[in-house]
Each structure stands twice: as C-alpha cells, then as structure tokens.
C-alpha cells in the first residue's frame, strides 16, 4: 500500500519522519538532515503531514504545502498520549502520524508570512517593554539599598534618578553615580526602542485594511488590533466567534457531568498576549462605560454591578474577540446600534 500519512518530528538539524498507510501501518522511517527535508517531501506523492506547533513549524507547512501535501500543525498537549514506548524521535514521529488523522483533534492554522512578521514585530515590542520594567525595578532596589526610595512607575523614576545623582548629601559613592547613571541611560534606550516599535505596528495598522475597521471597536487601539489581525488572520480557520475566543482563551472551563454542568473561570489557554491585551483595553472600556446609557455601556454596568468590574473587563474581552472575528471574516463595519447585549 502507499504512504498517505507522515509524522515529521522537527528539530534544529536532524529531523525524523515516519510514513504510515491508510490502515496506519509503518511503511517507512527516515532520518533526514535540515537540507535534505524538501528533497525527500518533494518525491512522495500527495500526503497528510502531521507537525507538532513548534519552533519553525509554520515555516515547514507553508513549504509542505507548497509541494502538493496537506499539512495539519497540531498542538503538542494533545500528541503526547499517542506516542507509544519509550521517549525517542522515531516513536514521537509515529505519535504525530496517528495525531494527524484524528478528527477530534482541532490544527493550529498555519500562519502566512504576513501574520508572522506582525507576531514578530509584537513579541519584538514586548520584549523591550519586559527588559524596561526589569531594569527600572533593578534600578529602584538597588537605590533602595542606599535608603533611597523611588515609588512605582517608569515615570517615577525617570524624574528622580537625575536628581538622586545630583544630591551630593546622599550616600551614594562616585562609582556608584557611575554605574547607576550607565543604568539610567540604558533605560533611555529601551525608551526609544519601545516608542520605535510603537510607530511601526501603528504605521501597519494604518496601512492594512482590517486593522482600521478594528479600530472602531472599543478597547482595540492599533497594538490590540495588529496583535488580533497576526493571530485570526482571515478569520477562516475558525468556523464560529466562539472558536476564535477559546484559541485566546477567554471561554470558561468546564467541568460537567450527567445533568451538573459547572462553570469556571477562563481556560487561560492559546494566545496569552493578545488575551492580555484585549483584557487591558476591556478594563479601560469597563471604567469609562460607567454613566453612559448606550446598549454596551448598560450590559457592562449590569455585568460589573452583578459579578464585579474583573469579570466584567474579561467578559467584555470575550465578546469583543468574537466581534472582531465577525468583523474580519464577513468584512464588515463596526456597527454598535445593530449588537446585541443581552446575555
């Protein structure tokens, strides 16, 4: 029989494959170099390829894909029970092989080269703004040990840090001004990376057509909407709104038995930067709905005021992320006479 499934474990340089039949039997096992991969995919004829959603995988489905083959990128939680024996690359290849035909097993979407660049250009942007904060709080522990006490926040000690190396009375050493002027300066820098970055996604979020209809909804400034553009794309890997939110992770978990269905909190699974962000930008929409009378405003405040302003900052970014699939797939405007908030 021919081979018509392949579990191709990725790796750096040595990558291992295993070609299955339509019965599911091993046909074939191969150890291929990073150069010899293509070469060998572009002989076989037409196949399922199954790939773990790791490093470089979505790289590695857009060039299957491109040879005739149907990649699936599966999410790795959900291969791990079928990998049978002991842990070495031949079994976790067959493990991907038998993942791959399974139905209830949903894909990750392979990304196209426009939503990795806008990805990258996020955790670029996000890496900075994490090394800023570290160094900040860096710079107010270690002056914190001279009795100097800066409060929180980076404008806090933006402010205080010249006047500190000023202030001949304190306790600091000349080496010490030294090195905590160096520190203040390289704060400076991670300034103009963060602000450079900030004019990139907001240049992009210009130029590109969804982001700018995405923008009409509440809470989703130019970084929301390029970090929900990056990872919906078009919209089509999801079938519902509901889908699209659950691979953000703001649906509830669920533990349900016979007719007990319970409800917990959100599943915190998927994308946890852009869940993060659009909880940001439902808080903000949460403490200013306060007063108004429009429909989102008067659900906001029914929610908050039954189950508190957290919940309702979460409960909004769920129905926000569900717009906003809608939005991108049907490629509509952002219409809040026509939304529903009754539930």
């Known amino acids: 029989m021919e081979i018509t499934t392949i579990g191709l474990d990725l790796a750096k340089n040595v990558f291992h494959v295993v070609c299955c039949n339509q019965a599911g039997k091993v046909l074939k096992k191969k150890k291929l170099t990073r150069n010899k991969v293509l070469p060998y995919f572009a002989q076989l004829p037409p196949c399922l390829v199954g790939l773990e959603a790791c490093g470089s995988a979505h790289y590695w489905g857009r060039e299957l894909e491109k040879l005739g083959h149907t990649a699936k990128l599966l999410?790795?939680?959900?291969?791990?029970?079928?990998?049978?024996?002991?842990?070495?690359?031949?079994n976790d290849a067959a493990g991907i092989a038998e993942a791959v035909t399974r139905e209830t097993i949903r894909p990750v979407s392979i990304k196209t080269i426009e939503q990795q660049d806008l990805q990258s250009l996020q955790r670029m942007r996000s890496a900075c703004v994490k090394e800023r904060t570290a160094l900040s709080n860096q710079l107010r522990g270690l002056l914190g040990e001279y009795g100097i006490v800066i409060n929180q926040g980076l404008s806090q000690v933006r402010a205080r840090v010249p006047e500190i190396l000023e202030d001949a009375e304190n306790d600091l050493s000349p080496q010490m001004r030294r090195w905590i002027l160096r520190g203040y300066r390289q704060l400076l820098k991670l300034d103009n990376e963060v602000v450079f970055y900030t004019r990139e996604l907001e240049v992009i979020s210009r130029q590109h057509e969804a982001c700018q209809r995405l923008q009409a909804l509440p809470g989703f400034g130019p970084i929301v909407a390029v970090a929900f553009v990056s990872h919906v794309g078009d919209g089509l890997a999801f079938k519902r709104g509901r889908e699209a939110s659950a691979s953000i992770g703001l649906v509830p978990r669920q533990?349900?038995?016979?007719?007990?269905?319970?409800?917990?909190?959100?599943t915190k699974k998927g994308n946890a930067v852009l869940r993060s962000l659009l909880i940001h930008g439902a808080r903000s929409v949460v403490r200013h709905a306060e007063g108004k009378n429009d429909s989102l405003s008067l659900w906001i405040n029914r929610i908050r005021a039954e189950r508190g302003k957290n919940k309702a900052a979460v409960a909004l970014a769920?129905?926000?992320?569900?717009?906003?699939?809608?939005?991108?797939?049907?490629?509509t405007e952002y219409q809040p006479e026509s939304v529903s908030f009754s539930n």
């Open 75 to 90: 999410p790795p939680q959900k291969v791990k029970p079928y990998v049978h024996g002991q842990k070495n690359d031949y």
């Open 318 to 331: 769920n129905k926000l992320s569900r717009m906003g699939w809608a939005m991108i797939v049907n490629k």
């Open 255 to 266: 533990h349900s038995s016979g007719d007990k269905a319970k409800l917990f909190g959100i």
